[in-house]
């Protein structure tokens, strides 16, 4: 198997970074798009911890963390770029 390490938390990041696109698209209220960004990279966490022998979390409440976080952090890389690109 591959050895992937911090690279399935990026994976976690940007899965959840399309979610919310796909969530932006429909017409839910753009203020559930961090929880549901945040429940989404806690499920891929707990999937990484079992699927990825090298993934930084060994524990069930460190993997959920560890996916929270990288959900939540697909939602603050959408607001940088959005708050970049007004600024310019």
């Known amino acids: 198997m591959e050895n992937f390490g911090i690279a399935g938390v990026a994976a976690i990041t940007v899965i959840c970074y399309l979610v919310g696109l796909v969530v932006k698209a429909t017409k839910l209220d753009n203020k559930w798009i961090p ?12 999937v990484g911890m079992y699927t ?10 460190g993997a959920i963390a ?3 976080i990288s959900g939540l952090g697909s939602t603050g ?4 770029a959005k708050q970049m690109s007004t600024k310019g």
């Open 66 to 68: 560890v996916g929270v």
């Open 77 to 80: 890389a959408n607001q940088i």
């Open 52 to 61: 990825m022998p090298e993934f930084p979390a060994t524990d069930i409440l």
């Open 35 to 46: 929880i549901i960004v945040g429940i989404c990279g806690a499920i891929l966490g707990v």
